[in-house]
């Protein structure tokens, strides 16, 4: 389009027949389709700077080759749209700023291939994020943040609440529910060369991770503000992660 400005569309679209040799699995042959289309576009406003932001809409069929008797099918649509952004920025030299945001919305449906219809039973929704600064050449180190939130659909969660009458008595419930993942944390990573022309590094990310649930349906009305608030209050779990890799170069 211009020299600060550029924009592509791609469009994908593939078949796969699998099939299972061993018998015990042959149930599971199935055939899936997927239709691919990936417009971006990229913004440089300088030599330092560049802005890309990419889209994907994604439709995926999957049909199994047989029906056991006394099952129902179980053909399968998924269809998912896609945002992620990236953005890079070149302090001097030696310093880097990267940040990526990415927004995914999934939608499963068991799929009925004489209409061409579905009927939908779950919605994946999935926003993450995660700022950089690098330094160095030679050797880099690099500190960031990192963010993940994740909800889908649970048909039985397990809920959890105190009894009216006595607090330390705890009562289980099941109902369906939307269930949220929410992850925060601190990212670093180091790389150096080592004498041999082999490089190594270490990375470094702690994830603060918190899952709660929204509960859905009618609930027994003398419970029900205990019910709702139990669900959203969850235990914190903290994760720790370190990974140390070595590449060689022949």
Known sequence: MS???????????????????????SAENNRRRVLRLRPALTWRPAETTRLRL????????????????????????ARELRYDLSFRHELSDALLLRADARLSDLRLGRLIENRFAEIPFDTLRTYAGHVRLQAGTDLVAEVGLRFYVRSD???????????????????????????YVVQLGPTCRIAWPLPTGHRMRLDGWLNVQRVFYDAYGPLPPADASRIRRAARDSDVTVIPNVTLSVTWDF
């Open 54 to 77: 990419e889209a994907e809409a994604r439709a995926s069929y999957t049909r199994y080759d047989f029906v056991l008797p006394g099952r129902t099918a179980q053909d399968q649509a």
């Open 153 to 179: 659909y649970q048909r039985r969660a397990n809920l959890t609440y105190p009894s009216a009458g006595d607090p330390e008595q705890m009562i289980r419930l099941t109902r369906p529910a939307r269930q």
């Open 3 to 25: 020299r600060y400005l550029e924009a592509d569309l791609t469009l994908h679209g593939a078949t796969y027949h699998t099939v299972y040799l061993n018998a015990l699995r």
